[in-house]
């Protein structure tokens, strides 16, 4: 159990470290919107993700792969020398967890609270919008809202916000429903 808490407290020390380079450098946004686009990267390309999570990958292939990622995506300099920083510690393998402890950070220090939505039913921007709009009203905060359309919740829709969960989902019914006839 130690050993998770030296893991996160590490995570959280790099993606610290981020946030504030990037404030002093005043390209914070930049550092933002490309580490959001990495992160995409690094969920949407499973041969990527193999990749930082191989242990026996030496330095210098994670270097000259990074820096290959780096240039085709004409990455912030200061970001490209964190990666190459993380990389030297051989901490690559923490990257997924640094990049999201560090939007954590820019995302909190605006003043937004993260929303996760799930639909049984695929939303359009419109109905996406109202949702989040109906939550800032509600928390009175901005949003940042993570939409994903989930086909098993057979019905309706989950929202956490926080530490708040609604549940209206058919499917969280009928387990409901379940619990009770198995008591019975």
Same mark, same amino acid.
């Given at each position: 159990m130690t050993d998770n808490?030296?893991?996160?407290?590490?995570?959280?020390?790099?993606?610290?470290?981020?946030?504030?380079?990037?404030?002093?450098?005043?390209?914070? @946004?930049?550092?933002? @919107?490309?580490?959001?686009?990495?992160?995409?990267? $690094?969920?949407?390309?499973?041969?990527?993700?193999?990749?930082?999570?191989?242990?026996?990958?030496?330095?210098?292939?994670?270097?000259?792969?990074? &820096?290959?990622?780096? &240039?085709?995506? @004409?990455? @912030?300099?200061?970001?490209?020398?964190?990666?190459?920083?993380?990389?030297?510690?051989?901490?690559?393998?923490?990257?997924?967890? $640094?990049?999201? &402890?560090f939007l954590d950070a820019c995302s909190k220090n605006r003043g937004e609270i993260k929303a996760d939505l799930s639909s049984s039913k695929e939303l359009n921007e419109k109905e996406i919008l109202k949702i989040k709009d109906e939550l800032a009203s509600n928390f009175e905060a901005n949003i940042k809202l993570n939409y994903k359309y989930d086909p098993s919740l057979i019905g309706g829709l989950i929202i956490k916000v926080e530490s708040t969960m609604i549940d209206t989902s058919i499917k969280s019914k009928l387990k409901q429903l379940e619990t009770k006839m198995v008591e019975a």
């Open positions: 808490k030296v893991t996160f407290a590490s995570t959280n020390s790099y993606s610290q470290a981020l946030y504030e380079l990037g404030n002093e450098s005043g390209s914070l @946004n930049e550092i933002e @919107n490309q580490a959001s686009g990495m992160l995409k990267l $690094i969920s949407l390309n499973v041969e990527l993700k193999n990749f930082i999570k191989n242990p026996t990958n030496k330095i210098e292939q994670q270097t000259a792969a990074f &820096d290959l990622i780096s &240039d085709k995506l @004409n990455f @912030n300099k200061l970001l490209k020398k964190f990666l190459s920083f993380v990389i030297s510690k051989r901490r690559l393998f923490f990257i997924e967890k $640094i990049i999201e &402890d």
